[in-house]
């Protein structure tokens, strides 16, 4: 069982930035994934950013460059660092983990925290 607390979310105007951070129960070296996704209204829940394995981070088009993903194996944390905000960025983001066990692969996800950015 693994469990993760998302926590940096707020309000911003356009152009600003914000950093997210997910607290994992587990060490993050333990996990076979780790990664963002967002949820807007009326939307369904997007990749932001992922890496799985051994593989380099992917971030979706939308959020290259603008966003950089990364973890704190001392702290079993994992952070989201967002600049140059739009207002399309608007969403609830979830961190989410997968750990691989000798039972099978299961998929844990935080409970979400908001981030609304105006223009």
């Known amino acids: 069982q693994v469990q993760l607390v998302e926590s940096g979310g707020g309000l911003v105007q356009a152009g600003e930035s914000l950093g997210l951070s997910c607290a994992a129960s587990?060490?993050?070296?333990?996990?076979?994934?780790m990664g963002w996704y967002r949820q807007a209204p009326g939307k369904e829940r997007q990749l932001v950013a992922i890496?799985?394995?051994?593989?380099?981070?992917t971030y979706a088009d939308s959020v290259k460059g603008r966003f950089t993903m990364s973890g704190d194996n001392a702290k079993n944390t994992m952070y989201l660092e967002m600049n140059n905000l739009k207002p399309e960025d608007t969403a609830v983001y979830f961190c989410?983990?997968?750990?691989?066990?000798?039972?099978?692969?299961?998929?844990?996800w935080g409970q979400g925290t908001q981030v609304t950015v105006s223009s």
């Open positions: 989410y983990a997968l750990l691989l066990t000798h039972s099978g692969k299961y998929e844990y």
């Open positions: 890496i799985l394995g051994d593989s380099i981070t």
């Open positions: 587990v060490s993050i070296s333990r996990l076979e994934g």
